[in-house]
């Protein structure tokens, strides 16, 4: 995968935590720990994006609508 190099800046206490990773080798750069990060945190926030739509739908009305496709499709098996 393609990387790009981007500047950040960090507070003292989390530099040390990173910097504690790093050295207890849990990861091995700085980096590697930055986005591991970045990734799980957006993971968490498209997760979240994706409860909070879902908790839009209709319940009843979702069922209703599976029902329905379950009789088109069961109409479209062969018989046997």
Known sequence: ???SKIAITLDEKTLQILD???RTKVFPSRSSVIQAA???KLERLE???LARECSKLDRY???S???LGMV???REWPEY
Do not use: I, K, S
């Open 72 to 74: 088109a499709e069961a």
């Open 61 to 63: 009305e979702e069922q």
């Open 20 to 22: 504690r990773f790093v």
């Open 65 to 67: 609508l599976a029902d």
């Open 38 to 40: 970045v990734a799980e």
């Open 1 to 3: 995968m393609a990387t």
């Open 47 to 49: 997760h979240g994006r």
